[in-house]
Each structure stands twice: as structure tokens, then as C-alpha cells.
């Protein structure tokens, strides 16, 4: 099985010219910052990176954005490494809270670093309601921008 991001279908940018390949396991570090780390996946990065440069630009907020990259298998490393610099994580995902890949997370954070975290960690997530077709009730569903850096105010502040 394949799955797509269909939310991503309009999303340009670059591509290289040699071949570019994107290796599974591997989270990427969006952008660095020393006060929180915020994991997102797929169509919710861009939203996390939105949230990030608003966080830094209008309340100093300094964010670290990890893309998760893949689930499985799961860069728990890097993103340790990121939490741990930190001390706060903040995941963002376009899933119910109850039994998504957030909840994983952390839970692996919280065994591996639970001394060195300063709050407790933060998810950010959908409703538990089945998630809407109609492009403006998904919107109104999904994580936004403000709902990342409302959750991350509260847990820095």
C-alpha cells in the first residue's frame, strides 16, 4: 500500500535535477531553536514552520521543527536529541489524540527523557469526530498556525 498526502498535492518547490532520494527513518530538522521542540508530519510541517516563525517573531519564542519523515520505521533519535536541547515537545498531528502516532511519541520521550523535560508534553491535534470532506469543515478540524502557538504559549509561558 501507498498512501499520499493529498492535502500536499498543490505544494510546489524545487526538485533537483540528479536523482533525490529521501531515505525512510530519517527525520529532517526544519529549523532549529532553543526553547521548544515541535514534531509534525507531512501537510502539518509547513503549518508547524508557520507557527514556529510566528512564536520567534512575536513573543521570542525560540522553535525547533523536526518532520517526523516516516512512523515506521521512526527517527526516535533525532527527535530525542531535539527534545533533549530543548526540554519541551510539542506534537502536531492531523489524527484524533486518542491512539495516534503523538501519543507513541510521547510516551517514547517520556520514558527516555522524562528529568530533563521543563513541562509536560504537549499534542496537538483533530477532534474525535470523523474528519470532514468539505474543505472549509476539515479546515476548521485540522491544526492550525494559531492552534500551535496558543499550545505552545501555554506551555512555555
Known amino acids: 500500500l501507498f498512501f499520499e498526502q ?3 498535492y498543490a505544494v510546489k518547490g524545487d526538485v533537483p535535477e540528479a536523482e533525490y532520494v529521501v531515505p525512510l527513518g530519517e527525520a529532517r530538522v526544519v529549523r532549529s ?45 533525532t527527535i530525542l536529541e531535539e527534545v533533549g536541547k530543548t526540554g ?35 499534542r496537538v491535534t483533530t477532534p474525535h469526530i470523523p474528519l470532514p470532506s468539505a474543505d472549509a469543515l476539515e479546515d476548521a478540524v485540522m491544526p492550525s498556525p494559531a492552534r500551535i502557538v496558543a499550545a505552545v504559549r501555554e506551555l512555555v509561558d
Open 88 to 122: 519541551r515537545l510539542v506534537t502536531v498531528e492531523e489524527n484524533p489524540r486518542l491512539c495516534g502516532w503523538g501519543a507513541e511519541l510521547a510516551s517514547i520521550v517520556a520514558e527516555e527523557l522524562f528529568w530533563d523535560l521543563d513541562g509536560p508534553i504537549v
Open 33 to 77: 531553536g532553543t526553547d521548544v521542540t515541535i514534531a509534525a508530519l507531512a501537510a502539518m510541517v509547513p503549518r508547524a514552520e508557520k507557527a514556529a516563525e510566528t512564536l520567534q517573531q512575536e513573543h521570542g519564542i525560540s522553535a525547533t521543527v523536526v518532520d517526523a519523515r516516516s512512523l515506521v520505521p521512526l527517527d526516535t533519535k
Open 6 to 8: 493529498k492535502s500536499l
